[in-house]
DNA sequence: AAAGACTCCAACCGCAATTTC
DNA sequence: TGAAATTGCGGTTGGAGTCTT
């Protein structure tokens, strides 16, 4: 059956529930439950199965829920508080090259949860770096060569604003390079003129998921061989708007542009 | 002191990918 | 081989706590 009419008939049909949400609890987790799902959890495993959990548990819970519950919250090793300036720049650089793969970025930051990690950048990490893009806006905004566009200029001589001939990273971005695109938000409002930025892969990209898993490798790669920067093109000449996934496109073969030290992030 | 605005984060939802039968 | 079941992921939301007026 192919996806459309899959699809349709799901709409006919309605979804087939993932349980018997009647008989579901939703919501906050008491201690009561955790103690029951840790119990188990510790006694049995989670058997593979997580669907079939809840019930041998003695909870009214949604498998998924249970699994969510265990891996954000309950499972050991799971660090809470405050990220680091070491992780705020594994977060940034990681998102600055492969976007909202949250479960990939987890993935670098030991005892960190994709959902922790997520909610850090949405709340607070994304907010540090708008607030430095905006106090730097002017000189870019008061540009209008699109071919060539300026340099953003440090904050201070000890900001470490590098040039494009630059290398990030020892891997080979011919065909990668990630770019912060800077998107007017509102095109009919000169007054109004922001920028959002968005970060995507430039270069061509084939969708298959082993050339991505081998492209996300050699960006951690690149990453973990390289400490202080985070790249950031102000490509404005291009209308493309990153998708969270960033691979899907093929774009023009611009050079990398600049970077921003880690500490001007944080 | 109170009320509205804002922030943060746990949890939910829907979808795509993967596995099982 | 394909349908069904299950898992994993990322976006979004609800509500509790905090801040501001």
Not at 2 to 21: F, I, L, S, T, V
Not at 48 to 54: F, V
Request: with cysteine.
């Amino acid at each position: 059956m192919d996806h459309q009419r899959k699809k349709e008939r799901e709409r006919e049909m309605g979804r087939a529930p993932c349980c018997d949400k009647a008989n579901v609890k939703k919501g906050p987790w008491s201690p009561e439950e955790d103690i029951k799902l840790k119990d188990y959890i510790h006694k049995h495993g989670t058997g593979g199965n997580w669907i079939s959990l809840p019930h041998k548990a003695g909870l009214k819970r949604c498998g998924k829920s249970c699994r969510l519950r265990w891996l954000n919250y309950l499972r050991p090793n799971i660090k809470h508080g405050e990220f680091s300036d070491e992780e705020d720049r594994i977060i940034c650089t990681l998102y600055a090259n492969i976007g909202s793969r949250w479960s990939i970025i987890a993935a670098q930051l030991p005892g960190r949860t994709d959902n922790d990690i997520k909610n850090y950048w949405n709340t607070k990490l994304k907010k540090k770096l708008m607030a430095l893009l905006h106090i730097r806006k002017p000189a870019f905004m008061n540009h209008h060569d699109h071919q060539n566009p300026p340099l953003l200029i440090p904050s201070s001589p000890s900001s470490s604003l590098i040039s494009s001939s630059s290398s990030m990273f020892n891997t080979d971005w011919s065909s990668t390079n990630p770019t912060l695109s800077f998107t007017p938000l509102d095109h009919e409002d000169p007054i109004n003129y922001d920028y959002f930025p968005s970060f995507s892969f430039q270069g061509s990209c084939s969708s298959s998921t082993r050339e991505i898993m081998k492209q996300q490798e050699e960006v951690i790669m690149g990453i973990q061989t390289n400490q202080n920067y985070i790249c950031i093109s102000d490509d404005s000449n291009s209308n493309f708007m990153g998708s969270d996934d960033g691979f899907g496109s093929t774009f023009g073969q611009t050079p990398l542009d600049h970077f921003y030290h880690i500490q001007d992030i944080n």
